[in-house]
């Protein structure tokens, strides 16, 4: 087992088979930003790593694939498809964007008054040709409770200019609609199961289909999960099928059954509350494979997510719900945490999961099962210190 810390000074078609169950968790959070210097203490791997944390070297597109109806409240459930794009042609697309209202089910889109009605753009361009240096990886991600398969449109993106399909799925049983609307619908293993049979099925076929965006972009023999919250619970669920090579859980709640022994990486912010450090360790303990976590200063639990930028600036869907009260005071606080006027942006700590991210799965798809995740380097991540711990 190795332990490395530095602080930055200054700034095939295989259906998945899950027969677990859920856990289920409400957040709340202090966030802070920190800055420190202090010794590397396990070197890093002496193989080159790219800069994760930037932009890769693929333009990125976005398209959205319909999964079937969820039932009359909440209309059809769609995932988002973010993945490499020919370079030569996103210039005829344009730019990728969303509003607030359209992280809501259609029938619910009309009572967003337009103030709250923010718009997010994203590194990205709508439906153009995949890139024709695939077939690419696939990671499968599933978002946390009062999440929205939307609202973490950067970092997948940013994943996702590194080489990889990224379906982001709609989990509309524990999403924000969900909760507002106070729906008897509860999130359950078959939900789980179901949602990413269908994610991972439906992304399969449109890159059988020479005429969908994502045309023979996807290589089904690579599969991994990503999730946050309540999402990384399922993401590392989802090793219990063959299909998939490792999971990534960001400030994740563990699995419901018998960790499984594949590769996983846990990352976490150190001023989580809820999904403390200390929860988070003890979920990083009961694995028994090759296991990575990284602890990371500052931010908070919902700092991950788009909508956090838009929080800061007292706007979002997220404000309107807490303002007309169709929130439970914790779940006001799951969406306020780590996204106050005071906290560290989003925008600076992305980087530092999109790198960790960007490394297990480059490291698991290449085979690389006990490879040394690198502290990172001096002045990498300004503002922030990151502790890496690691055995297998």
Not at 53 to 82: I, M, N
Not at 269 to 289: E, H, L, R, W
Not at 313 to 325: E, F, K, M, P, R
Request: net charge positive; hydrophobic share 40%; charged share 15%.
């Amino acid at each position: 087992m190795g332990e490395s810390t530095m602080g930055a000074p200054g700034k095939r078609r295989n259906p998945l088979r899950l027969s677990k169950t859920l856990a289920c968790v409400g957040v709340t959070l202090s966030a802070l930003a920190a800055g420190c210097s202090s010794s590397q203490a396990t070197p890093p791997t002496t193989t080159q790593v790219p800069a994760y944390q930037q932009t890769g070297p693929d333009k990125v597109g976005v398209t959205t694939l319909d999964l079937g109806s969820a039932g009359p409240v909440f209309g059809e459930r769609y995932a988002t498809v973010f993945y490499p794009a020919d370079a030569a042609k996103v210039a005829s697309h344009p730019p990728f964007s969303y509003t607030e209202a359209a992280t809501l089910p259609t029938a619910l889109q009309g009572i967003l008054p337009a103030k709250y009605n923010t718009t997010t753009t994203v590194a990205a361009y709508a439906d153009p040709p995949a890139s024709s240096k695939g077939p690419f990886p696939v990671v499968l991600f599933s978002h946390g409770y009062g999440g929205e398969r939307l609202y973490y449109s950067s970092l997948l993106a940013g994943i996702a200019s590194w080489g990889y399909v990224v379906v982001s799925a709609d989990y509309l049983e524990r999403g924000l609609a969900a909760q507002a609307l106070q729906s008897k619908a509860r999130p359950s293993a078959t939900d789980d199961t179901a949602i990413m049979d269908a994610s991972l099925t439906a992304v399969e076929h449109a890159s059988s289909d020479p005429s969908s965006p994502l045309a023979s972009s996807v290589d089904a023999t690579k599969v991994a999960a990503v999730g946050h919250s309540a999402g990384g619970g399922t993401a590392f669920n989802a090793l219990a099928a063959p299909a998939l090579k490792t999971a990534v859980g960001w400030a994740p709640v563990g699995p419901t059954g018998t960790p499984s022994s594949k590769p996983v990486m846990l990352i976490v912010a150190k001023g989580d509350n809820v999904v403390t450090p200390a929860s988070v360790k003890k979920t990083y303990q009961a694995f028994t494979g090759p296991k990575v976590l990284v602890e990371i200063s500052g931010a908070g639990h919902n700092t991950y997510t788009d909508i956090c930028e838009g929080i800061r600036s007292g706007g979002g869907l997220i404000t309107y719900a807490i303002d007309a009260h169709l929130v439970s005071p914790s779940l006001a606080k799951l969406g306020m945490n780590g996204c106050q006027a005071t906290d560290a942006a989003p925008q600076r700590f992305w980087p530092i999961v999109q790198f960790y991210t960007v490394v297990q799965l480059a490291d698991q798809f290449a085979g690389n099962k006990t490879a040394v995740v690198p502290a990172p380097k001096p002045g990498q991540f300004p503002g922030f210190t990151v502790t890496i711990k690691q055995a297998g």
